[in-house]
């Protein structure tokens, strides 16, 4: 069992900046992939960036440019850095973790907001 606990969320006015953290810990060393989801109030949650365990990294189109998702392995975190925020990027933004068993695990969400 792998658990996940977010850092990082808060209140920041549009094109400002964050660094979401998720801290990995149980047995870490079955996670295949890391993801940062997002969900916005009335809308389905929906995926924003992805690291494999290689290393290689993907993200959705709405975050193309503005969002980096890292790891640092020695601390056993994902990060997001989330830079020229918008107000429609607010959401409660979730770390999941995909096992090589294809199991998955979910923090219990960090709250980003982008207002004026």
């Known amino acids: 069992q792998v658990q996940l606990v977010e850092s990082g969320g808060g209140l920041v006015q549009p094109g400002g900046s964050l660094r979401l953290s998720c801290a990995a810990s149980?047995?870490?060393?079955?996670?295949?992939?890391m993801n940062w989801y997002r969900q916005a109030p009335g809308k389905q949650r929906e995926l924003v960036a992805t690291i494999t365990n290689g290393g290689s990294t993907n993200s959705a189109d709405s975050v193309k440019g503005r969002f980096t998702i890292s790891r640092d392995n020695a601390k056993n975190t994902v990060y997001l850095q989330m830079n020229t925020l918008k107000p429609e990027d607010t959401a409660v933004y979730y770390c999941?973790?995909?096992?090589?068993?294809?199991?998955?695990?979910w923090g219990q969400g960090t709250q980003v907001t982008v207002s004026s």
């Open positions: 149980g047995s870490i060393f079955s996670i295949d992939a």
């Open positions: 999941h973790s995909v096992s090589t068993m294809g199991f998955g695990s």
